[in-house]
């Protein structure tokens, strides 16, 4: 067999053939190389490299004793990558049973064209394991945060919630967003061909920064007693609805806000927008008797008369400025004291009027009304206190009864509170500081003096008359077991669309602090069309007793008065037992442990 | 020629050393990632006790747990509490009871609970 002989021609032709396939190859690179460089760059960083998004955690609210009123939790969003879902109406069957949603609503999110689409967000971890066992391809999960609220109603309306994306929507939610939100940061990673980050290439990383955690000056146990005793009272009185304001006379701190009534923070969107408001800054409400105690600090302030000024009060009728203006009863010649103490309306106003409308509405102001408390809240109002340029003729008959002024709960706490801190106005507190993670403190509210309302002076004698009304006067029901309490009723007609004052319709109230000759607690209890019953001292006024007996017995105030039935059991006890009493004398108030 | 021969093993041997080198980075990488997300989930798992925590601990839970087993309980007040002066046969009394011993006729019939002990 002899070899075949390639002649040099055909050797040439191969060559240059394989040499022009180079040429050509060359080209290509080269063309790619210079010419595409950029884009198929840019194509295989699309495919390697991510930027990740990092959420940061949602700043943590705190009650004033450090218990977490509204935290964090991570749960799983279930999306689907649409394209690689197989058998889509099968899946939809399943989504929707394990997830109770709308198989209709899973079967057009599975049938869109496109990457990324949510089929759930924020779902329950059983409901993702059921999920997860389903092990369907193209279905997903991806964790966010969820704002979750371990007190569930307690403290609702001061609270607030927040949206799905952690936005607050309402409260201290809302008004502190910024504070609370943090700021996402953000890692450009490199990815292996699983889609996988390779740690050890990671390019470039800006750490998100978590939310601040603020501290509310609020006491979970405080807001859960007025909380309840506030629905027991609106239950038991068929009223519409009701608010019970807290405060420390002496740093201003809103101890408790509780509003009835309630929904649950967890299920927020499920509730009435009208539950939601905050009535303690929102309802403006006539305030009626109440108020009375604000002509009385005028008239002590501006040294008009003394306490024991006599006034005729003719029984109950009195006809002045074209109306006539009625008393519950009908009294004869009353003291001022005693005008104030059974809360004469004929009394107050002949006081009023001497006092004059200049000096009743300087009063007014300087007790915070008509203008807003500053407590740092979205939604609060100013109220309404009319100049006495404004007034008509019966302004000076109506204003000292608490009529033709509109006011808050939160006002009315405030203003109370000055008369029990010496005639010092403070400024509602609702924070007390606000930290980072690490307990750095990133701003601090410090109580607040606002003005000197009255002088300390006036102040004291307006305490020992409101003591008065309490043990002689019309809110004998406010009185605490124990202490000497101080406080004033009003009951005021509620004011009908047409403009006119409603018979059927009232505002019962009552306003007091105690202990009386130390105030630590101010109450302000407002409860909205009670029925049939509606005076401030039968509604109200037992709502404030049974708030503060609890408040002081869960701070372990040490009692000033040995209640008489007290004292007979014991001494009988001792007499059975032949045994002496170590102590049964109790010292003056004290806060034993707490506050 | 022998020179070329060692620098080339030379650099095969650091361009291996390097490459493992950066496998080992990637695998300890892939650890990481790993023990991250462990700790994630250990975190989220942290969160989600703490809520539970604070839930069952809330004053409004406790009440109503109360309520519906019927227990209707209320703290003692300061001034619900006396404190009393026993007096010194009473005294003599709770302190026996307490330590469990009779009148000084029993120690002698039955004996004392140190002797007790000892025999044991």
Known sequence: MTEPKLSRTRLFVIFFFFLAVLFCLFIRLGFIQIFKASSYFSMAQNQSRAVIEMQPARGRIFDSRGREMALDVRLDSLYAVSKEVKNKAQVADRLALILGMDRAVIFERLSRDKLFVWIARKISPSKADAVRKLKVEGLSFVKESQRVYPKGETACHLLGFTDIDNNGLEGVELFYNSFLKGVPGWRLAQKDAKQRELISKQLEMVPPADGYNIHLTIDEVIQSIAERTLAETCKKRNALGGSIVVMDPKSGDILAMAMVPLYDLNNAKRSNIEHRRNRAITDLFEPGSVFKVFALAGILQEKIFGLEEKFDCERGNWAVAGKVLHDHHGYGILSFREVIEKSSNIGTVKGAMRLGADRLYKVIKDFGFGAKSGIGLAGEINGLVPHPKNWSRSSIINIPIGHGVAVTPIQLVSAFGAIANNGLLMKPRILTHIDDAQGKIVQSYDPEPVRQAISKEAAIQVRTVLEGVVSRGTGKKAAVPGFRAAGKTGTAQKILPDGTYSHDHFWASFVGFVPYDEPKLVIAVSIDEPRPVYYGGEVAAPAFSKVASEILGYWQVSQTLVPDAVVKAGAKTLKARKVTPVSVERPVARVVTGQ | ?120
């Open chain 2, 1 to 120: 020629m022998r020179r070329f021969l060692a620098t080339l093993t030379l650099v095969v041997f650091a361009a291996l050393f390097y490459v493992s080198q950066e496998v080992d980075a990637v695998k300890i990488g892939y650890t990481i990632r790993k023990q991250e997300e462990t700790r994630t989930l250990l975190l989220d798992r942290a969160r989600a006790l703490k809520y539970n925590i604070a839930r069952l601990k809330a004053p409004n839970t406790l009440e109503k747990r109360l309520v519906a087993q019927k227990i209707n309980l209320q703290a003692p007040r300061s001034w619900q509490t006396l404190v009393i002066s026993p007096t010194s046969a009473e005294k003599q009394a709770v302190t026996r009871s307490l330590l469990g011993q009779g009148p000084m006729f029993t120690k002698f019939l039955v004996g004392t609970a140190q002797a007790e002990a000892k025999e044991s």
